[in-house]
C-alpha cells in the first residue's frame, strides 16, 4: 500500500525567524545600523501579526502563499518581491523628477522634493542591484500622468503615492526570506515613511492618521490604485 507523500513544511520568513530567534534579531537590528531599528521592527512584526494564518484581501490577494499575491507576476519569492517593490520605486522617482522640473515647487515643498527625489534614486539603484544579483533584469518602467498643476496638488499627489509605497512594503515584509533582504526593505520603508510625515506637516495633516501601527495594502490592491493614481482616474 502506498503512503501519501509527506508535504514539505514552508520555509519560515526572514520576519518568522528572526521573531523567534532572539540572538540572530539582535545581529540584524545591529546590521541595520537604526537609531529606530527596534522600534521598528516591532512595528512591522506587529502590522504583519506575525505568521498568523492570512486573510484574503478585497483584492483578491494573499500576502503569505506562492500564487496569487499579485508579486507573482514579477516572478517567484524574493525576486518577484523586489521587482514588484522596483516598480513602485520608478514611479516614485519617474514622479519627483517631473515635480522637480515643474517649476511649480518653493521654500520647504522644494527642498523636500528635491531631497525625497534623490532618496528615490538611491532606492532605485539598491533594488535594481538586487535584481541583478539575483541573476535578472529590472521591469519596465510604467508610462504615467502626473498632476503637475499647482504645489498643493503636487504635494497631495506625493503624500498619496509615497503613502501606497509604504503600505506596500509592509505588506511584503513577512514573505521575504533573505535577511539582507528584509533589511534593506526595512531600511527603504523607514525612510518613505518619514517622506509621508513631511508631506503630511506640509499639508497641514495628521502624520501617523492610522495610529500606533500602519496598515499593509496587499499587492494586487497596489497595483489596482497605482493604476488609478497613474492614469489620472484616481477617486
Known amino acids: ?22 540572538s540572530s534579531r539582535g545581529r540584524f537590528l545591529k546590521a541595520l545600523g537604526s537609531t529606530g531599528a527596534v522600534g521598528l521592527f516591532g512595528a512591522v512584526l506587529a502590522a504583519c501579526g506575525g505568521s498568523k494564518e492570512p486573510e484574503k484581501t478585497p ?13 507573482d507576476k514579477y516572478g517567484p519569492g524574493d525576486l518577484g518581491i523586489v521587482r514588484y517593490a522596483l516598480t513602485i520605486e520608478y514611479l516614485e ?28 534614486k538611491e532606492h532605485v539603484k539598491a533594488l535594481e542591484k538586487a535584481v541583478a544579483d539575483m541573476g ?26 509615497e503613502s501606497l509605497g509604504v503600505a506596500a512594503l509592509l505588506a511584503q515584509a513577512s514573505r521575504i526570506q533573505a535577511k539582507e533582504l ?25 502624520p501617523a492618521p492610522q495610529g500606533p501601527y500602519a496598515q499593509p495594502i496587499q499587492a494586487g490592491d497596489v497595483l489596482s490604485q497605482l493604476h488609478r493614481l497613474t492614469t489620472g482616474n484616481a477617486a
Request: aromatic letters at 6%.
Open 1 to 22: 500500500m502506498e503512503t501519501a507523500p509527506t508535504q514539505e513544511p514552508a520555509r519560515p520568513s526572514a520576519l518568522e525567524e528572526l521573531a523567534s530567534d532572539p
Open 59 to 71: 483584492g483578491g490577494s494573499n500576502p503569505n502563499t506562492g500564487a496569487g499575491t499579485g508579486t
Open 93 to 120: 522617482d519617474d514622479f519627483y523628477e517631473a515635480a522637480n522640473g515643474s517649476g511649480q515647487l518653493k521654500g520647504r515643498a522644494a527642498e523636500f522634493a528635491r531631497t525625497f527625489g534623490q532618496h528615490e
Open 136 to 161: 535578472s533584469e529590472p521591469p519596465p518602467r510604467a508610462e504615467a500622468q502626473f498632476p503637475l498643476d499647482g504645489p498643493r496638488k503636487i504635494i497631495e499627489f506625493a503624500s498619496g503615492l
Open 182 to 206: 528584509l533589511a534593506a526593505a526595512l531600511s527603504i520603508h523607514s525612510v518613505e515613511a518619514r517622506h509621508v510625515a513631511a508631506l503630511a506637516s506640509l499639508l497641514g495633516e495628521d
